[in-house]
């Protein structure tokens, strides 16, 4: 049985580079939707003036969990950031995934829709790096609940990234310490059809947005404005 789980959980978490340029198009589009369904919900949770200000938007549509003893986490998403030092609109995405683990007893198995909002202007530079672990590199914390909650929380102001989680239709804040988030740069470069610098889609903005990413740009776009 052990052996079994342990083939499903390698199927589910190591998918070919190939499957994963393959599926682009719907990431976005499943990222997007995401977005649209988070601010029709009349019961949303996420406090609008909290997506007013963020610096970027983030969305990990269907992050998946297993354990069996051990425990993973493997999701794949994308990143849209505010243009001209957060002055201007949104900006093409950039493609990442978000990956980890954790040890104790645990079994079982889970899908979770992530949105995560990055809330200040130096929350862009851990964007820049290979890799960024939340709560290590990056301050990141569950993002407070209600629409009329206040965007002056002590959550807010201690923590760079707040992360939102979707499980059964209805969003709630949620911890991701210790997971690791980076670009997905094979992604990015079947995407862009070239090899792109992180800095050109989340510092510079200046790259077109590509045709299968405009709806995601469009909708990070309306749920900022709070429409």
Avoid at 83 to 90: I, V
Avoid at 151 to 157: E, F, I, Y
Avoid at 168 to 176: D, E, K, Q, T, Y
Wanted: proline letters at 6%; aromatic letters at 6%; one cysteine or more.
């Amino acid at each position: 049985m052990r052996v079994l789980l342990a083939v499903v959980f390698l199927v589910i978490f190591v998918v070919p580079a190939v499957a994963i340029d393959d599926k682009i198009a719907d990431r976005l589009w499943e990222s997007s939707k995401v977005l649209d369904e988070l601010i029709q919900a009349p019961d949303s949770e996420i406090p609008k003036p909290l997506l007013k200000r963020a610096e970027c938007v983030a969305v990990i549509p269907g992050l998946k969990k297993a354990a069996f003893g051990f425990g993973g986490q493997l999701g794949r998403g994308a990143v849209s950031c505010k243009k001209d030092a957060g002055n201007g609109p949104f900006g093409p995405p950039a493609m990442i995934s978000i990956t980890g683990g954790s040890f104790g007893f645990q079994i079982g198995g889970q899908e979770t829709d992530i949105v995560m909002l990055f809330m200040t202007p130096d929350s862009l530079k851990h964007l820049l790096r290979d890799k960024v672990t939340l709560g290590v590199d990056a301050s990141a914390a569950a993002g407070p609940k209600g629409r009329e909650a206040s965007a002056d929380t002590s959550a807010t102001m201690r923590s760079e990234i707040l992360v939102y989680s979707r499980a059964r239709g209805v969003f709630a804040g949620i911890s991701l310490q210790g997971a690791v988030l980076r670009p997905d740069k094979d992604a990015n470069q079947n995407l862009y059809s070239r090899q792109v610098d992180i800095r050109e889609l989340v510092e510079k903005g200046d790259l077109p947005v590509p045709q299968p990413a405009r709806k995601f740009v469009q909708s990070v776009s309306q749920a900022t404005l709070g429409k």
